[in-house]
């Protein structure tokens, strides 16, 4: 960001301006879950990939479409199954009897938002591909490794009441998104807004315009990697994240035994990035103690190991998370 704190000031006006055109986008289409979309924005400026669950019919796969929609990118949506291949999603090899030479064929994993709708329903090969995409943002076919458009998101959706037919996600995989967030019932107000925009035979279906373009994508995360971070609400975030590995140095001997592994290292700089893109949507050039507070469960919530003992007492990651925020000292 520039120096000027003027031409500075403008610059984050105009970012929040085309965040405040994004929304009232996707509002045409999705009723509620602000919540949901305001993380899902913060992960697409960051390049962060997001884990979200809910039961069906929350619009969850609506949101992310819709979100797509706004933004002048490509959309695919890859419906994860038991008998999907690896090559389903990234492509294979075509041989030209002609020529005899192979060319590739480049899967749907080419696009800047990827959709991997019930992602538990894939095996070990296929979440294996996947992950190598997730991580080094490229795909090998055959011998030659093709880099993904930039930006690339996977959006994976996965629903928490079914367990027939579904692998459990790796831990290493989990690790890579960057959120889980989980979506809930909508308030009887927002359904019966709902009700007024799907039931009424006028009423056209809502056609979403794209309102930011992949360069103002770029320029937006320009902005949010300029958002400060102090060196206190550093210290703070390593403490949380931390306060998940050794409880008993931050006085939470009660949830030791509840936790088998803590946060990574890579959930520090989650937790800082989410934080500043939080900071970055409520219109300020600064991150706050609120913000890191604000955005703390959704990133670690998927990062944490309970014990065969929390299960037992029916602890959650979430209720660990809140005693931990409750215990580390605020800047």
């Known amino acids: 960001m520039t120096a000027d704190p003027r ?24 009723v509620g879950q602000e919540r949901i979309l305001d993380r899902l924005t913060v992960a697409l400026l960051i390049r962060g990939h997001v884990l979200v669950e809910g039961l069906p019919g929350l619009a969850k796969t609506l949101t992310v479409k819709t979100l797509a ?13 038991p008998d999907l291949l690896p090559a389903d999603i990234t492509g294979t090899q075509i ?7 192979f060319s590739p064929r480049l899967g749907p994993i080419f696009a800047n938002f990827l959709l991997a709708d019930e992602i538990n329903r894939a095996p070990a090969k296929v979440q294996s591909a996947l992950l190598e995409a997730m991580q080094e943002r490229q795909v090998t076919i055959g011998e030659a490794s093709h880099r993904l458009p930039e930006p690339f998101v996977v959006v994976a959706t996965q629903n928490p009441i079914e367990q027939e037919g579904t692998f459990a996600l790796p831990e290493a995989q989990l690790d890579r998104f960057v959120m889980k967030l989980r979506v809930g019932y909508p308030t009887r107000e927002q359904e019966e807004r709902m009700l007024r925009l799907y039931l009424d035979p006028i009423a056209e279906v809502p056609l979403i315009e794209p309102v930011i373009s992949l360069e103002g994508v770029r320029r937006l995360s320009g902005l949010i990697s300029a958002v400060h971070l102090d060196e206190r609400i550093s210290r703070y975030v390593i403490d949380i994240v931390n306060a998940t590995r050794s409880p008993l140095q931050y006085g ?54 309970l014990t065969y003992e929390a299960a037992a007492d029916q602890v959650t990651a979430d209720q660990i998370i809140d005693r931990v925020l409750g215990s580390v000292n605020v800047p």
Do not use: C, N, W
Not at 95 to 101: E, H, I, S
Not at 265 to 288: D, I, M, N, W, Y
């Open 252 to 305: 939470l001997a009660p949830i030791a035994p509840m936790i088998e592994y803590g946060a990574s290292p890579r959930a520090t700089l989650a937790l800082a990035h989410v934080s500043k893109g939080h900071a970055f949507l409520e219109g300020r050039a600064f991150v706050t103690p609120e913000d890191v507070k604000e955005t703390a469960a959704d990133v670690l919530r998927h990062r944490l190991i």
């Open 69 to 81: 929609s706004s933004v002048a990118g490509s959309f695919k949506r890859v419906q994860f199954t």
């Open 95 to 101: 041989f030209d009897p002609a020529g005899g030479t």
């Open 7 to 30: 031409a500075a000031q403008e610059m984050m006006a105009a970012g929040h301006e085309a965040i405040g055109r994004l929304r009232r986008e996707v509002s045409k289409a999705v």
